[in-house]
Each structure stands twice: as structure tokens, then as C-alpha cells.
């Protein structure tokens, strides 16, 4: 009886074994956690977010980039809304007052107000009629301490963000009125003499 041949070439290699986890290893690794330091980093930039667009919010209504009736579109909802009413609240009121023509007289530059931080009554009366029409609230239904913690601490981050850029704006103008009042007085000062010495020599002949 003819035995049947076996063809090694047809026969499939072993493959070799390779370490694998096993499904226990894997579910009892650790997952990766946000430490205490990353959640407050994390925060922190919300906080700082929504700080500077309140700020730029107001400058742009101060500049007159934006109307009153567009504020409601930069912010989420009624608590937004109040947080930023509350910070235009506590903005000053036209922080930096004119002490020099803005427009130019004879040959010489006026030095115009900085707008940008010169919240006027009337603004902070369109913010207030604003905040009426969309939300059916006042001025005097806001209280700061209604707000989430997160929303205090962006106000109070705003205001100050918001002061700092007025000291600057306020340096900026002072310089300007500096510089346009020694200009003034040098012009002056400059023909009075011109003047004596045309005096002089006319009475010399």
C-alpha cells in the first residue's frame, strides 16, 4: 500500500508568538488625569478670556465701532450680559477731560481726547436701555454676587485691565498736550522776538 506523500511546502509556519496584555493589564492601567494645576490653568485663561471681552466690548462702544443694540451679540445669555453691565457700572465716567482744543487753531495740531476710555453718561444710559429690552432688567436689579465665581473673578480682572489701559491713555494725552503747549510757547516766543528785532531796526533808520 503506497503511503501518501507530505508536502512540507503547503504546511503553514508556525508564526511566532508575541507578548500581548492581556485585557485585565489593560482596563487595570491608569488614565491619564488633569492635575489640580491644569484645571486652574485652564480656568484662568476662561476667566482672562471673558475679562478682555468685556474690556474690548466697551472700548469698541466707547470708540463708536460698535452701537449699543450689537453688545447683546458679544455675549452668552442674561449672566453674561449682567456681568457686563456691572463692569460698565463701575467704569469711570469720562476719566480723562479735554484740557486742549482738539481741533487745530491757526498753524498749530489740536490733541484730541482718547475715546477709547471715555465712557460718557449717555453710553452707560444706552448700555442700561440695552440691557431693559433684552433681558427685562435694570441697573438696580444687578448684584455682582448673583454672578458664578467665575464671572466675579473676570469683572474684577476686567476692571482692572480696564483702569490700567485709562492711566495709560491718560499719560499719553498729558504728553501730547505737553508737547502742543511747548510748542505754542516756543512759536510765541519765537515772533515776539522777531518782531523786537524788526521793532529795533525800523528805528534805526
Known sequence: MAEKSINLVDQPVPEEIVDQPVPEEIVDQPLSEKTND??????????????????????????????????????????????????????????????????GFLFFKGVPVPKAANLTPAGLSEIEQVLRSSYSISFGDLHLADLEPVMINSCQMAAKIYNDRVDKMRLAYSAGVKNAKAQVVEVSVAGLCGIAVIAILASLF
Open 38 to 103: 491644569e484645571f486652574d490653568a485652564e480656568s484662568h485663561k476662561l476667566e482672562a478670556d471673558f475679562a478682555l471681552n468685556l474690556v474690548d466690548t466697551l472700548i469698541n462702544f466707547n470708540n463708536q465701532e460698535i452701537s449699543s443694540i450689537e453688545i447683546p451679540n458679544r455675549f452668552t445669555g442674561r449672566d453674561e450680559m449682567s456681568c457686563f453691565a456691572l463692569f460698565a457700572q463701575a467704569a469711570p465716567i469720562s476719566p480723562i477731560p479735554a484740557n486742549y482744543p482738539e481741533a
